[in-house]
């Protein structure tokens, strides 16, 4: 009997696959619960006699599955090391990778081998994700043997990158080597705390020594240095002989913290992310698991690395929606975080300026311990907001007008000052929409029920679809009534970075956006080019405001704040709150104090105004009213299930059947829809949703489950999203 978390080679219908154990004696079941006798088949090869991944992590993997409603199998490419993908040589350094393939691993539990040959299978079973053909060399097995199993099929042959260290330069968005603005400021060994710092760093101190299961929430404003926090309190936790998991939401665009974990504990810190090659995250996975690494920092799915004995959980920007992975399994890696806590009688701290209404709510009802800091270092003061009516700025300017004068001046005083300024506009594009002056039709995408919006100007023109990639030229007529007259409305980044070279042509002025940094290592340059002064205005979306620390930033503009407010979503005031309180966060971090000025056509709400003074508390009571009054999460669960169909109308009726089954199975639920979901029509489907709420999720998951149990035809079709980040 293998035993849990070991890896097993195992018959799956026509193919071989490699598996995780991750329950051993179960009683086969059928669907309805009847034990089950046949088609029970054995499995073809046993590769680890110990568990390959340790049995609380598979253990957590088994409680995400089934709290987001998710198949295990979907959970567990998130615990192993990457597998062969195939070849992804790029410009650096490459080697030739050998991973055994299904057919290998089905020939070595065979016998149907040569010695030679197994020996080389036996050494690739071991290493899932490939090994280095000199690598095999090395043992005595020579390139001819190696082609010869590739022939058969036994093996497969890649290109990798050279393992490089994941914290070297370029990728990180972090330079080596002598930095012509040295910053004071990071040369944390001889700092002393601030006393704000230091009595939130002795309660999570004694909250920590007590080894027990504890949620803190760091509630410290932007600048108050939560990182240096984070750095003490992990060198205790360490001290005392256990782990640290570091979660943080997207690794490049916070290397920051990355970068300050190395400098202080040096070799011992593994990184995880996506943006790693496979080769380099293979290395970091068994350098984890052998006990080699103390502390891991890591975006989402580092809550489930091999780390053994977790002493302290700490999830930054806990607020951030990259948190939640918007596929199966879609689980919040911060809640995730919080269970492996529990089970590992560790300590969680969720840090944040502006914390989830989840999060808060749990401080508020004391749930959570709530830790504050005020202020930010050295008595730097917040930036100072004003607003800007835009309905008074078309009055004076005309209906065109992008940048209001207080902002193109604020921008111009920067400049001579020789500081820097962001400016925010959470909408990619030159232009929003293309419509038709005639019939006023709009150019929309085949495929999904959105408008396509313009990237590039002139020749360069061409419209796109943000959720499927369709690409078309811009036609010269309307394609419905081949009125002569396209013109093009509303605008994104493209357009005002063009709007700010206008106002400023001196400037040096570049975008951050998801279409700026297509090409890898252009985020990492844009960056580092921005902390050095190479450029003066950086134009971008919400990636800009995320956890940077550039101290020569003195202005921040944001173009229009009410961009998410219009939109359909319990969450739009939450988070047009966050990404104002986080934007206007970048500025004056230096020695400089900052200025944010916010541009509107909503002055007068409340997620605006209050922002605007960043005031937490008042919105959390504010957003409070309006969650608890619609029944709406902190004060409810929710879950948000989709269902697709190649018809409007099948769409809908499923829906409705779902509902049916689900009002008359009547377990205290409250079901909203069926209606068309927001996004009706997505790559082709069409889609209709139902929200259902409830005191207790399991009871959701049950009720969708068992509405559901009738026809694995539907449920394929349906999306569950348990917990939803946004119900669009
Ligand atoms: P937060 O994450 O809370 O926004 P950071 O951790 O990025 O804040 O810290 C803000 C800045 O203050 C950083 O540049 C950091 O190096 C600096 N800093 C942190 N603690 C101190 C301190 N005690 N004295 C001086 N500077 C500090
Ligand atoms: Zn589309």
Redesign the pocket.
């Known amino acids: 009997m293998p035993c849990l978390g070991a890896r097993v080679v195992v018959p799956l219908g026509t193919r071989i696959v490699t598996g995780i154990v991750v329950e051993t004696k179960v009683e086969p079941r059928t669907s309805n619960g009847e034990p089950r006798t046949t088609n029970l088949k054995a499995i073809r090869q046993v590769l680890d006699a110990t568990a390959f991944v340790p049995p609380d992590v598979v253990a957590l993997a088994r409680w995400t599955a089934e709290y987001y409603a998710a198949g295990v199998g979907d959970t567990i490419p998130a615990l192993l090391p990457p597998m062969a993908r195939g070849g992804r040589a790029d410009a650096h350094k490459t080697t030739r990778m050998a991973a055994i393939t299904p057919a290998g691993l089905e020939a070595l539990a065979a016998g149907a081998v040569t010695p030679k040959q197994r020996e080389a299978l036996d050494l690739l079973s071991g290493t899932p994700a490939g090994a280095a053909t000199a690598a095999l060399a090395a043992r005595g097995i020579a390139a001819d043997a190696v082609s010869r199993l590739a022939k058969h099929g036994y093996i497969s042959l890649r290109q990798d990158r050279v393992d490089r260290d994941p914290f070297d330069q370029g990728q990180m968005g972090v330079r080596r080597g002598s930095d012509p603005h040295p ?1 004071p ?2 040369t ?1 060994a001889d ?4 006393p704000e ?1 230091a009595a939130a760093l002795a309660r999570l101190r004694a909250l920590a020594g007590t080894r027990a299961f504890r949620v803190a929430l760091l509630h ?1 404003v ?7 926090v984070y750095i003490r309190l992990s060198a205790d936790v360490r001290a005392a002989g256990r782990r640290v998991l570091m979660l943080v939401p997207e690794i490049a665009l916070t290397p ?1 913290a990355a970068r300050l974990f190395r400098e202080a504990f040096g070799e011992r810190v593994a990184i995880q992310h996506s943006g790693l090659s496979d080769g380099e995250r293979h290395d970091q996975w068994q350098r984890i698991r052998r006990g080699d690494i103390d502390i891991v920092v890591g975006t989402r799915s580092a809550v489930f690395a091999p780390l053994e004995d977790v002493g302290l959980i700490v999830v930054d920007e806990e607020h951030d929606g990259s948190y939640k992975q918007e596929e199966s399994p879609r689980y919040n890696g911060r809640d995730v975080a919080i269970i492996r806590a529990q089970r590992a009688g560790a300590l969680v701290v969720l840090g944040s ?1 502006t914390p989830s209404m989840e999060t808060y709510h749990n401080a508020m009802t004391g749930r959570y311990e709530r830790v504050v ?1 005020e202020r930010r ?2 008595d730097r003061p917040l930036a100072s907001v004003s607003v800007v009516d835009m309905r008074e700025e078309y009055a004076a300017e005309g209906p065109e007008v992008i940048l209001s004068r207080a902002l193109r001046e604020a921008i111009q005083t920067r400049l001579d000052r020789k500081e820097q300024a962001l400016v925010l506009l959470n909408r990619r594009g030159f232009a929003t929409a293309v419509f038709c002056r005639q019939c006023a039709g709009t150019i929309d995408c085949p495929n999904c029920s959105v408008s396509l919006v313009v990237h590039g100007e002139g020749h360069a023109r061409r419209a796109r679809c943000h959720y499927c990639n369709y690409t078309s030229r811009v036609p010269p007529a309307c394609p419905l009534c081949a009125g002569p007259y396209l013109e093009q409305a509303g605008f994104g980044t493209e357009r005002v970075e063009a709007e700010v070279k206008k106002a400023c042509p001196e400037a040096r002025v570049e975008r951050l956006d998801r279409d700026a940094i297509r090409k890898r290592g252009s985020l990492a340059s844009l960056l580092s080019r921005f902390r050095d002064g190479a450029i003066d205005v950086l134009v971008g979306t919400q990636m800009i405001a995320k ?1 940077h ?1 550039f ?1 020569r930033v003195t202005l921040v503009g944001v173009v229009s704040a009410d961009v998410g407010l219009g939109l359909a979503d319990f969450r739009a005031s939450e988070r047009t709150f966050q990404l104002l309180t986080q934007v206007a ?1 970048r500025a004056g ?1 230096g020695e400089q104090p900052g200025e944010a000025i916010v541009q509107t056509l909503y002055p007068d709400h409340y997620s605006i105004q209050l922002a605007c003074r960043q005031d937490f508390p008042a919105f959390y009571e504010r957003e409070l009213k309006f969650r608890t009054a619609m029944r709406y999460p902190p004060v409810i669960s929710l879950v948000n299930a989709v269902v697709r169909a190649r018809t409007f109308a099948g769409a809908m009726d499923d829906a409705a059947g779902i509902v049916e089954k689900l009002r008359t199975a009547d377990r205290g639920l409250r079901i909203l829809g069926p209606a068309p979901a927001p996004l009706g029509r997505l790559r082709g489907e069409y889609r209709a949703q139902l929200l259902i709420k409830g005191m207790n999720r399991r009871k959701i998951r049950e009720a969708l489950q068992s509405a559901l149990a009738a026809s694995p035809e539907l449920q394929r079709r349906v999306v569950v999203d348990v917990d939803p980040i946004s119900v669009l």
């Open positions: 910053d400021r990071l944390p700092r002393q705390l601030t710092q410290g932007t600048g108050s240095g939560k990182t240096e920051a300026a800091l270092v050295l956890g620390d101290p966060g971090r």
